[in-house]
């Protein structure tokens, strides 16, 4: 069965860290790209990071540089968002996506995914 199974959400204080993991089964991740995205309560999806995971090009949303960083664990199959310096408006729901058709991610934001996992729930609250 093809799975990304997103975990490592919880409840963080302002100024706290997380590590989001992505792992994939049934399929390698390996020629295409995959994102990280969130969404809050009564607001729209937004793309977080995303990567080509051949070559390693990153792209950030603007509300997260230098604060989130996305990698990748070829020997794991899985991707991570770090998560640093977090503030309450990051809290939301974050997914993480990736399409076989996607080998690259544009010049700025990410693409649009057609698979996706079920979430982990993010909370940054004092």
């Known amino acids: 069965q093809l799975q990304l199974v997103e975990s490592g959400g919880g409840l963080v204080q302002p100024g706290g860290s997380l590590r989001l993991s992505c792992a994939a089964s049934?399929?390698?991740?390996?020629?295409?790209?995959i994102g990280w995205f969130r969404q809050a309560p009564g607001k729209e999806r937004e793309g977080v990071s995303c990567?080509?995971?051949?070559?390693?090009?990153?792209n950030y949303a603007n509300s997260v540089k230098g604060r989130f960083t996305i990698s990748r664990d070829a020997t794991k199959n899985t991707v991570y968002l770090q998560m640093n310096k977090m503030k309450p408006e990051d809290t939301a729901v974050y997914y993480c996506?990736?399409?076989?058709?996607?080998?690259?991610?544009?010049?700025?934001?990410?693409?649009?995914?057609?698979?996706w996992g079920q979430g982990t729930q993010v909370t940054v609250s004092s």
């Open positions: 990567m080509n995971l051949r070559g390693g090009r990153t």
């Open positions: 049934g399929f390698t991740l390996d020629y295409n790209t």
């Open positions: 996506a990736t399409s076989r058709m996607i080998q690259f991610i544009p010049i700025q934001g990410c693409p649009e995914y057609d698979f």
